[in-house]
């Protein structure tokens, strides 16, 4: 049996769907979560490549990169695609999902990102109407010229499903406001979100007594400039492609 080690911190954020893949694989393996002090003291010691997190050590070997360690469970559990086009496709809209809205997400929904509540909400709308709303259309136009079949590539879910789902939950608080419905894609999500082990893993996550990402988003904790300091610069230089 392979043994598996995710290193990260006590949130979601870049982590999220590395441990949606664990779930809906069944796979076991130990989640290590930092806080934002101990990350510099062990950072150092020699399990993390370019000195960031997350990082996945398989057998005791380490993988870092958020999103490799993606593809690379994806791979393992078999939901990568079943011909090259098809795995194509599934980075498309996995990668799409990633990089287009998850990342660029923070700047209005994190007091590290912006201390001033009346300017998130302000960056939020204008998220939502010039990333956001258009991110939509173009994906729903993809899921449909794919067949708007029971998942992304077919009747099957894949990595690109879950990434799509880690999505929509990342900006649910804005989807009740966007111009355009969308439908089929909000069938997608309620079909996805209706897998056993996805409904099992978000009970679990309900039930941890952990540090969320949502934990982090709405404390008032966060309102001294050391705790900003400390959480963005722990943050965002993790996982240096994701720039």
């Known amino acids: 049996m392979v043994n598996y080690k995710l290193h990260y911190f006590n949130l979601d954020a870049r982590a999220e769907l590395i441990r949606l893949l664990f779930a809906y694989g069944g796979i076991k393996y130990e989640d290590v979560r930092y806080s934002f002090d101990e990350w510099p003291k ?8 370019l000195k960031q ?9 380490p993988i870092c990169q958020s999103n490799t360690i993606c593809r690379y469970l994806a791979r ?9 086009v098809n795995k194509a496709v599934i980075d498309m809209v996995a990668d799409s999902c990633t990089y287009e809205i998850v990342e660029k997400a923070y700047d209005h929904r994190a007091p590290f990102a912006e201390p001033d509540e009346n300017k998130r909400v302000e960056k939020g709308k204008v998220f939502r ?19 708007a079949g029971k998942y992304f590539v077919g009747d099957e879910l894949t990595y690109a499903d879950l990434a799509y789902y880690r999505m ?4 649910k608080p804005l989807l009740a406001d966007l111009p355009t419905p969308h439908p089929q894609l909000k ?40 705790e900003f300091a400390k ?3 722990a943050l965002f230089p993790i996982d240096v492609c994701m720039q």
């Open 129 to 147: 109407d010039k990333k956001l709303e258009p991110f939509l259309n173009n994906l729903d136009n993809i899921y449909q010229k794919l067949g």
């Open 231 to 233: 959480f963005f610069e």
């Open 53 to 61: 997190i997350p990082v996945l050590e398989v057998d005791g070997k």
């Open 76 to 84: 393992v559990i078999g939901i990568d695609g079943k011909d090259n």
């Open 168 to 171: 929509i939950n990342n900006v």
């Open 187 to 226: 069938d997608l999500y309620i079909r996805i979100s209706e897998d056993p082990k996805l409904k099992e893993w978000e009970k679990t996550k309900a039930e941890q007594v952990n540090v969320s990402e949502k934990t982090l988003i709405d404390s008032s904790s966060w309102t001294e400039f050391d």
């Open 42 to 49: 062990v950072k150092d010691d020699g399990k993390f490549p």
